[in-house]
């Protein structure tokens, strides 16, 4: 019998996270910045750059399909990487092309950000179906929350470090830490991995057991698209994360317009939000560590109360925008920090746990549906969140109405949410053993491209 993954082999895979983290974070935080400001490019420009790797990872189904097929997921991992890093790089070189022509930085900077979409696509997926079919069901909270852990310390330490190595600012210096932090990220990568799947992987998980396996992307899409759980959860997913990253984006703005905080405050109170996040996410851990309270029911409850705990946040910032004192702006900030974080981390949990529920042979193809619903949920929460203050203000509305009103529209995008969370722990919407175990229904899956 395959022993599960223990916390030295949880934390190797973490170091994946960590790696992902210290390359994205160059990539939407100094680049970005040098672009604007160094360069004095618009800032829609690097805006529509990470917007565009967002909607590469919506190939992240076929990327999963690719691992099902192949029957591992460790080269998948570390190709991702490797072509995150690579993109990396192109990214930080491509800014040089702007000085010879604007057409041609623009061009080598979109295959850039093309290729970090498709290496944190790819690698991304895959290490959370490793985690699944190798960590034991009461570990899967304890895990989840681990591996967000360590890809947040991965932009801790790497903003740290290279801003060091960054003074004084040049483009060489910013190469040379791109290409530093780029290989750091793909050797740590590799060492990580190596051996983990082998020893680890339950073989009733492993893709190689399901004759489905083999048959052609859009037949695995059919199979999962079919399964009205995965379906709902796509859904949950895509409505939770749309809310999450539209606050996000308005969190700061909404407390220096309305409640008069300058650029130091709003940075110290994002701060106080994360604080918050992390105590969500440890207290999932905590409740996903319990032999009473642990397993996918724990997980379920946990996304429920997030999710209702952020749509009664939200409602009361936005009653804020009509008064309040800095204390109870404050606290109310760390408290829907605190409510994110325990939806956010339970919804990873039960990723974990539903991976392998459905047609044998398609949890790369699942774990990919669910992971693109949420880069398509973040890609579209950056863009709308500010569209429709935009749009408000225009409309005559007021800052402080305008503000309250699309809180309250994130509130009612997490209370639909939560009753997507009822809907799958009813079980009212599993299909019946007997359709996925049909003999005619896997082999109409066998369709040979």
């Known amino acids: 019998m395959t022993k599960p993954l223990g916390w030295l ?5 973490g170091l994946v996270q960590t790696s992902l983290g210290a390359v994205v974070v160059l990539m939407t935080s100094t680049i970005n910045r040098v672009m604007i400001v160094e ?10 750059l990470i917007g565009l790797h967002y909607v590469v990872q919506l190939a992240r189904p076929r990327f999963g399909h690719g691992a099902d097929a192949g029957g591992r997921r460790t080269p998948w991992i570390v190709a991702g990487m490797g072509v995150l890093c690579f993109g990396g790089v192109l990214a930080s070189l491509s800014l040089y092309a702007y000085d010879y022509s604007w057409a041609l930085g623009v061009s080598v900077s979109t295959i850039a950000f093309l290729l970090i979409g498709a290496g944190v696509g790819a690698s ?24 967000w852990l360590m890809m947040i310390a991965g932009f801790i330490v790497t903003t740290i470090a290279s801003a060091a190595f960054l003074e004084p600012f040049s483009l060489d210096r910013l190469l040379l830490v791109t290409a530093t932090v780029a290989a750091i990220a ?17 073989p009733s998980d492993d893709a190689t057991t399901a004759t489905t396996s083999t048959g052609d992307f859009r037949a695995a899409l059919r199979d999962v698209a079919s399964e009205p759980r995965t379906r709902r959860f796509a859904l949950f997913v895509f409505v939770s994360m749309l809310a999450y990253s539209g606050l996000d984006v308005l969190l700061e703005p909404f407390a220096g317009a309305v409640h008069n905080m300058t650029p130091a405050a709003t940075t110290q109170l994002t701060g106080l939000y994360s604080q918050g996040l992390l105590a969500g996410m440890l207290l999932v851990a905590w409740l996903g560590s319990w032999r009473r309270t642990g397993g996918p029911r724990a997980m379920r409850w946990c996304m429920l109360f997030g999710c209702l705990g952020s749509a009664l946040g939200l409602g009361a910032l936005a009653a804020t925008a009509g008064g309040a004192s800095r204390e109870v702006f404050v606290t109310l900030v760390i408290v829907v920090g605190l409510t994110n974080g325990l939806f956010a981390v339970a919804a990873i949990g039960s990723m974990m746990g539903l991976v392998s529920q459905g047609t044998k042979g398609r949890d790369g193809v699942r774990m990919g ?20 203050i935009d749009v408000l203000r225009q409309s005559g509305v007021s800052v402080p109405a305008s503000y309250a009103t699309v809180f309250v529209i994130l509130g009612l995008l997490y209370t639909l949410a939560s009753a997507l969370v009822v809907g799958l722990e009813t079980g009212k919407t599993e299909p019946t053993g007997a359709r996925r175990q049909n003999p005619l229904h896997a082999a109409a899956a066998l369709d040979i491209k």
């Open 186 to 202: 793909f050797i740590v990568t590799c060492l990580a991995v190596a051996g983990i799947e082998q020893r680890h992987a339950r």
């Open 9 to 13: 082999g949880i934390i190797r895979l």
């Open 369 to 388: 549906v669910w992971g693109a619903a949420q880069a398509l949920a973040f890609g579209s929460g950056a863009l709308l969140g500010g569209a429709m």
């Open 124 to 147: 991304g997926t895959l290490l959370l179906v490793l985690l699944a079919v190798t960590v034991s069901p009461e570990r899967r909270a304890a895990a989840a929350t681990t591996t």
């Open 39 to 48: 360069l004095g490019l618009l800032a829609t420009l690097p805006g529509a």
